[in-house]
């Protein structure tokens, strides 16, 4: 049994509603005997479930175990697994949580498995155990496909799309040895798992791989249809019930967990949704400000190295390499505004009054107490003759800073060859 929820939103009180509204019962999908269901809210999706399922009432417990898969999160170019940790901590403690390779585990439990190697480099998909159940779950997949549908599309010749055609072969049919071997995998794989998840939940992410643009071509390959249905074959094959949880989005991208329990264990799956659900998310959204707030501190970081390397070449009077480091510092962070003016002063010394000019702005409109920009900016109009507006600049300088020299002399020079 297979559940999923989509992202989070208002709920229902009404389950007739509910019901009706979602058409589950009408438009539950059958696939490879695996029912999925969808709905905005977990508790929308808990009621329904006890609904259709018939599931006796029991008292809600709490796991004794969590599992968490560690080499299936480290497929993952997101580093989420922290998040699953620090919630169940937050929920559980920390005695409950276990970390388990699941791809060493499945080798050791499921032996079946070794038949359907197919001895390639497994890439990003890191365990050959995972990769071959994949491959196990396509074969089976195709093979009922065609078993269903066969005589069908054989005498309609209907128009499919090309990514189910290119899943069915001509010639596919499976000798009784080799469904023997698969029903052999599905009986391991239940059995290991139920024996790992003894009142206790195995957390994977949902997919290790971002969704694919519209009409990438990719999703017609072999390799691609294996890597993406990895982890889903884990509870397509074993029988085992799960439920993913969107937690949000990373690079504009959606991130989603999912949650295990062993076969026929859907109201203990369910129960323990509502319970983490909220959490999971909530540690999601810490992490993803606690990100960009440490990128923040990075940048701002790196752009006081570039300002530094600026003022040593300013030193040296290397004055076009100063204002490329300037240049980097205020790429790194715009709202600085020594940057602006360390770069002013660089295009003092080479004469572009005009560039001195626009940085010292800048940086004023950054800083308005910042004298060194309205010194320099003063330099700079008074070499490009707008003397009153030099003036100016010097004597909002003197206004913050009464016992400046170069303000004072600057203001005496222009008050007499001026006024």
């Not at 049994?1 to 992202?7: D, F, I, P, V, W």
Request: charged fraction near 25%; hydrophobic fraction near 40%; aromatic fraction near 8%.
């Amino acid at each position: 049994m297979q559940k999923k929820e989509s992202n989070t939103g208002a709920k229902t009180t009404d389950l007739n509603c509910v019901l009706q509204e979602l058409h589950i019962i009408q438009n539950i999908k059958t696939m490879y005997g695996f029912r999925r269901w969808f709905a905005k809210d977990p508790s929308i999706l808990r009621r329904v479930g006890h609904v259709l399922l018939q599931v006796p009432y029991a008292a809600q417990r709490n796991p004794r175990n969590i599992v968490i898969a560690d080499d299936c999160f480290q497929l993952l170019k997101v580093p989420i697994s922290q998040v699953v940790v620090k919630s169940m901590e937050k929920l559980y403690g920390r005695q409950v949580l276990r970390h388990e390779n699941l791809g060493d585990y499945l080798n050791l439990k499921v032996p079946s498995l070794n038949a359907f190697n197919d001895g390639k480099p497994n890439g990003e998909v890191k365990s050959s155990s995972i990769r071959s159940l994949a491959i196990v779950m396509q074969m089976l997949k195709r093979h009922e496909f065609k078993q269903n549908h066969g005589e069908w599309i054989n005498s309609v010749k209907p128009s499919l799309d090309p990514a189910i055609t290119s899943q069915i072969p001509e010639v596919l049919e499976l000798a009784n040895t080799e469904l023997e071997k698969i029903h052999t995998v599905r009986s391991e794989l239940r059995s290991a798992l139920n024996a790992l998840l003894k009142d206790g939940i195995l957390v994977i992410p949902t997919s290790a791989y971002p969704p694919p643009k519209f009409g990438a071509k990719e999703i017609l390959s072999e390799d691609y249809l294996i890597k993406t249905s990895a982890l889903s074959s884990l509870a397509c094959m074993s029988g085992c019930c799960q439920v993913a949880i969107p937690l949000g989005f990373e690079d504009k991208c959606p991130i989603s967990v999912s949650l295990l329990a062993g076969h026929g264990s859907d109201r203990f799956l369910l129960d323990t949704l509502i319970t983490v659900h909220a959490t999971l998310q909530e540690e999601f959204v810490v992490a993803t400000k606690s990100k960009t707030s440490n990128n923040a501190v990075t940048q701002e970081a790196s752009a006081e190295l570039a300002k530094d390397k600026g003022n040593q070449a300013f030193k040296d009077k290397q004055w076009q390499q100063a204002i490329g480091f300037y240049t980097e510092a205020i790429k790194l962070n715009s709202s600085n505004a020594t940057y602006y003016s360390n770069r002013a002063a660089a295009y003092l010394e080479l004469g572009s009054f005009i560039q001195a000019e626009a940085d010292c702005g800048k940086a004023i409109d950054l800083d308005k107490k910042n004298v060194k920009a309205h010194l320099r900016r003063g330099t700079a109009r008074e070499m490009l003759g707008y003397y009153k507006e030099a003036m100016e600049d010097f004597q909002y300088a003197l206004v913050l800073e009464p016992n400046n020299k170069r303000a004072a002399l600057s203001l005496d020079r222009l008050k007499k060859f001026f006024l």
